[in-house]
Every structure is written in structure tokens, then in C-alpha cells.
């Protein structure tokens, strides 16, 4: 059973701030933008009782473009209007380095990954990351974690053809991959379902059969 999925922020539920932002950053509460369906998305994964994990590079800090702070401020902000509509962020991971800090955890190294999966005691089989750039997948593959692309940020599906990582799966956007999720998810149930009930039957057979037995004895 689904109970975590990753996800990265910015390009997910946010939109990219490269092109149209001062720093290509979401330094300040009034640059983040849901993505259409985001919230939607957020909400149906709360209701499905399956928690949220972001993880996410802000690199933007150590450069000098914004602040702890202001990141804590645009993080406070995403995590309200995400709770007012009825979804829920559970964690969030955010790595404040640059390539040179030579990290651990700025993706596509999986240290934000490794440490969450460890902190939930979560195999990695048994959940998605879900990004929208090559440093995801890369991350999410590391971490034996099954990847999902979403099409609804930094990268298109032509950038995705030249990438030596693929990703498990592909879709326009995150409700799109919610859905297909849920799915899944609901498919899994019904068939655990179906096998219940047939151990059941063939338990209850198998003691009319053993009576049947005794009878002939
Ligand atoms: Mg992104």
C-alpha cells in the first residue's frame, strides 16, 4: 500500500520560476503560483491518507538570492493554501547548497531521499518521486525509487528523449499522475480483496471436504 509519495516543488505544484523571476528563484511568498490541478492533486492524496514528502534544491540561498527565511516564508505560504484546500504538505526537505558545496543532498544525489526514507522506514519500492527535470529522476533512481516525469515544468518531453536516465513514467501534470496513482492503488486493493476472499472460500471448502472425510470414516 501507497503511504509516502516525493515530490520535488518548484515546476510540481508551483510554477517554475526560471524566466520570469528576478533570481529564477521563489524567493518572496508572491512568486509561487499553484500549477493548475495542483491543489486538487494534493487533496486527493490527503483524502487517500497518503502523505506528502517535498524534496526539494534551493540553491538560490547559498547564492545569495534569498534568505532562510524567506524560503521558511514561501514554504508557510504553499502550506496553507495547500492545507485551506483541503490537502496537506507532511515534511519538506530543501537543500540550500550549490553544486560547489559538493553535498550530500542537492539532487541529483539522493541524501534528501536516503534520509526520509530512513526517517519513515519506507522501501523505496513502495513509493514514487515525482518531478519535472532530470536531476529528479536521476535522485529518485538512485534511491531504487520509481520516477515519475511531469511535463508541467522545467523540462519537455523532447529534453527527456536525450536523458540517460528515464524515468518510470510520464505524465502532463501532477493530478494527471495523482489519478493514474490512485488508481493503480485501487486496483492493488480490489485484487488484494479478490485473494481474501478466495483463501476464505477455499479455507471453507477445504472443511467441508475434511467433514465430508470424517463422515465417510
Ligand atoms: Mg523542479
Redesign the pocket.
Known amino acids: 500500500m501507497l503511504k509516502i509519495i516525493f515530490m520535488?516543488?518548484?515546476?510540481?505544484i508551483n510554477k517554475?520560476p526560471g524566466g520570469w523571476t528576478k533570481y529564477n528563484y521563489v524567493t518572496e511568498p508572491n512568486e509561487f503560483h499553484f500549477l493548475p490541478g495542483a491543489l486538487k492533486a494534493l487533496k486527493l492524496l490527503h483524502a487517500n491518507r497518503i502523505r506528502v514528502v517535498i524534496i526539494?534544491?534551493q540553491a538560490g540561498v547559498s547564492k545569495g538570492c534569498f534568505t532562510k527565511d524567506m524560503l521558511s516564508r514561501v514554504n508557510s505560504k504553499m502550506c496553507d493554501e495547500i492545507g485551506k484546500a483541503g490537502g496537506a504538505i507532511d515534511d519538506v526537505y530543501y537543500c540550500i547548497h550549490k553544486d560547489e558545496d559538493n553535498c550530500a543532498c542537492r539532487k541529483p544525489k539522493t541524501g534528501m531521499l536516503e534520509k526520509a526514507l530512513a526517517k519513515y522506514r519506507l522501501n523505496p519500492k513502495n513509493t514514487f518521486m515525482v518531478?519535472?527535470?532530470k536531476?529528479?529522476v536521476m535522485a529518485g533512481r538512485g534511491a531504487g525509487i520509481k520516477t515519475i516525469f511531469v511535463l508541467s515544468?522545467?523540462a519537455t518531453a523532447e529534453d527527456m528523449k536525450k536523458w540517460e536516465v528515464k524515468p518510470d513514467y510520464c505524465f502532463g501534470g501532477l493530478l494527471e499522475a495523482v489519478e493514474w496513482i490512485l488508481n493503480k492503488e485501487k486496483r492493488r486493493a480490489n485484487r488484494s480483496v479478490g485473494r481474501k476472499k478466495l483463501a476464505h472460500k477455499d479455507r471453507a471448502s477445504g472443511a467441508q471436504d475434511l467433514e465430508a472425510g470424517e463422515g465417510v470414516q
Open positions: 520535488d516543488r518548484d515546476g510540481v517554475d526539494s534544491n518531478g519535472d527535470s536531476v529528479d515544468g522545467k
